[in-house]
Nanobody, 123 residues
């Protein structure tokens, strides 16, 4: 499975960005999908995850209420709408897919990673 992430960029604090991740797999609907982020010198951390059907979604406390995760199985794409962005959200964001977990929530149980997209939030 190949994951192609896009949508990163530079935005001012309080602004919004939408990340997209498109998967090559025709069996996309079998995968739990999610987003992780990595700060310089830090481990990759969970941001949000969704189950195969889209009706179970989990968020990290740090983004709850500001970020919204959704998926479109017909387009084999998952989206992360990020609102009210803060400088502390500046990181490289990675799309992830796993077929063995209900909702991805840890970087240790990921089958496939996207290439990462940089989000920079200026103050």
């Amino acid at each position: 499975v190949q994951l192609q992430a896009s949508g990163g960029g530079l935005v001012q604090a309080g602004g919004s960005l939408r990340l997209s991740c498109t998967a090559s797999a025709r069996t996309f609907s079998r995968y739990s999908m999610g987003w992780f982020r990595q700060f310089p010198g830090k481990e990759r951390e969970f941001v949000a995850g969704v189950n195969w059907s889209g009706d179970r979604i989990a968020y990290a406390n740090s983004v709850k209420g500001r970020f919204t995760l959704s998926r479109d199985n017909a387009k084999t794409t998952v989206y992360l709408q990020m609102n009210s962005l803060k400088p502390g959200d500046t990181a490289v964001y990675y799309c992830a897919a796993d077929s063995n977990t209900v909702v991805v929530h840890t970087p240790n149980w990921i089958s496939y990673w996207g290439q990462g997209t940089l989000v920079t939030v200026s103050s």
